[in-house]
């Protein structure tokens, strides 16, 4: 948990140095990185190999699986809650419905929200949930997957903390970060759900990487 922690850190101190505004630098790529070298046309080019969200497959909220490639050509916000959450899930809830009517019509962004409760939060209570918030469509969806396999890749691919503790309210802790990632499942920004401010920038980052061509060579 140490290390997890101190990655964390470092994830959102990089996500506060953003560039100022007007700057139109691209986005930092978060993540781990190799650089690899290979030959084409007779000359030797190091490229750099990120970071990306692996393989997986959940079920939504319609009861519809959904994968990674359900994601493919979309830039998406992931998150991670559980429905009787009496604590931060609430008010990320009410951010993320910022980002969700900021987006809805849009076609190429997408939210995804996995709950760390799967034993309680089956299909008809996700369903229930995002009826409560007003969400409908295919724009936001609600996931519910095999425990173990939300939460490594929480904190393995998103680097989100969770974690089931009797003694915390819920009987969870979890971060409550919001992971922005491109249309090629790289990490490009990480955001507090609790904090307006930062969803607006999150909001703004969207639309950066809205602007961004679809393959991005980086030096």
């Given at each position: 948990?140490?290390?997890?922690?101190?990655?964390?850190?470092?994830?959102?101190?990089?996500?506060?140095?953003?560039?100022?505004?007007?700057?139109?630098?691209?986005?930092?790529?978060?993540?781990?990185?190799?650089p690899v070298t290979k030959t084409i046309n007779g000359k030797t080019i190091t490229d750099t190999i990120y970071q990306t969200i692996p393989k997986f497959k959940f079920v939504n909220q319609y009861g519809d699986s959904i994968s990674n490639k359900s994601l493919d050509g979309q830039i998406y916000v992931a998150d991670f809650f559980f429905t009787t959450c009496p604590s931060i899930c609430?008010?990320?809830?009410?951010?993320?419905?910022?980002?969700?009517?900021?987006?809805?019509?849009?076609g190429d962004v997408k939210i995804i929200s996995h709950t760390i409760d799967p034993k309680h939060d089956s299909v008809p209570v996700l369903k229930k949930y995002a009826d409560k918030l007003g969400v409908s469509g295919n724009t936001w969806w609600f996931l519910q997957g095999k425990k173990e396999d939300i939460y490594q890749i929480a904190e393995k691919n998103y680097l989100v903390a969770v974690k089931k503790d009797s003694s915390a309210a819920g009987g969870y802790i979890h971060a409550g970060y919001f992971v922005l990632i491109d249309k090629q499942k790289r990490i490009r920004g990480s955001y507090d759900g609790t904090d307006p401010k930062q969803v607006d920038q999150l909001i703004a980052d969207i639309k950066q990487l809205q602007q961004e061509p679809d393959q991005i060579i980086v030096q």
């Open positions: 948990m140490r290390k997890l922690a101190l990655g964390i850190l470092i994830f959102v101190l990089w996500n506060a140095c953003k560039f100022g505004s007007g700057d139109k630098k691209m986005l930092p790529i978060y993540g781990s990185r190799e609430p008010v990320m809830a009410r951010n993320m419905l910022n980002v969700y009517n900021a987006f809805k019509n849009s």
